[in-house]
């Protein structure tokens, strides 16, 4: 299974991104996927998951401001992020977990950079 991330960068406060993950060697259609962040010197968290029926869920400070999205047909997972805060910056991860009672255990990305600051 090889998942890729991409689409990070260096935003102003209040600006947005998008990100993107892409998934190989797995059925797509099939899994949950999952986003997660870790900034320096922090553990990694989780931000947003969706399952394979489309169904999200997110961590408090994604609420309202962060919309995650799949494309199966395209096997991508998208992370729509807005009004972006310097405490957002991390890398970030998007995962497929071995199942969904065991999120943080199975495919990972190799991460993306996203940097908030003025």
């Known amino acids: 299974v090889q998942l890729q991330a991409f689409g990070g960068g260096w935003v102003h406060p209040g600006g947005s991104l998008r990100l993107s993950c892409s998934a190989r060697g797995i059925i797509f259609g099939r899994v949950s996927v999952g986003w997660y962040r870790q900034a320096p010197e922090k553990q990694r968290e989780l931000v947003a998951t969706i399952t394979s029926g489309g169904s999200t869920n997110y961590t408090d400070f994604a609420k309202g401001r962060f919309t995650v999205s799949r494309d199966n047909i395209r096997r991508t997972v998208s992370l729509v992020m807005n009004n972006l805060k310097p405490e957002d910056t991390a890398v970030y991860y998007c995962?497929?977990?071995?199942?969904?009672?065991?999120w943080g255990s199975g495919y990972w990305g190799q991460g993306t950079q996203v940097t908030v600051s003025s």
């Open positions: 995962h497929i977990p071995t199942s969904i009672s065991n």
